[in-house]
């Protein structure tokens, strides 16, 4: 009976710090995406692995309906490490036909993003101009914060970017307009 007794206590102490690790802002931050078309939609918490850090072809995907930009249904294979039977590919070469990343024989899809990174794409596909006086860390850090999209600064710029992190920066992303101006810039992007 005592070992019962201290195994449930164990789970009691433990399981809500497992099951509750992410706060609310995450999870809603996560569902608000999902509600706008950004990120597929779940269920459970769990299913979005809020805790994992993020792909360069996940984070091309959120870029691009981040911004409702034209994605091509076709790849031509430009990449050697993106066979146009992947899904990133098609983001891949879209990109880089509409000049939004620099050519390389090889994208590394798998390649973990920073979140120095990950501010320069959203800041760079949300139309945002960089000011030439400082790092491009520095310059996207600060301008996150004057926009509103990120609530801290951070200088640790090779720190690899969390779903979870990218998820409320990209809703802070989405709530700077309000649907009104989202309708007219899909129009004039995609016409």
Known sequence: MKKFTCFFLLIIIFIPNIVFSFNKEEFDSANYLAYKWIITSKEL???????S????REML??????????????????????????WGCKYAETALKNKMIAWN???????MVTKAEALKMIFKWVWFKKNNNWTWE?????AAIEKWILDSSFNNYKINAKRWWIFILSKNTLL???????????????N
């Open 61 to 86: 995907k959120i870029m691009f309906n981040l911004s409702w930009k034209y994605v091509n249904e076709w790849c031509s294979w430009k990449f050697s490490d993106l066979n146009k039977n992947d």
């Open 53 to 56: 850090n993020i792909t360069r």
């Open 105 to 111: 024989q090889s994208y590394r899809p798998d390649d």
């Open 176 to 190: 700077l307009w309000n649907d009104e101006d989202i309708n007219i810039l899909k129009f004039f992007i995609n």
């Open 45 to 51: 918490i769990s299913e979005y692995n809020l805790d």
């Open 138 to 142: 520095e310059w996207y850090v600060s």
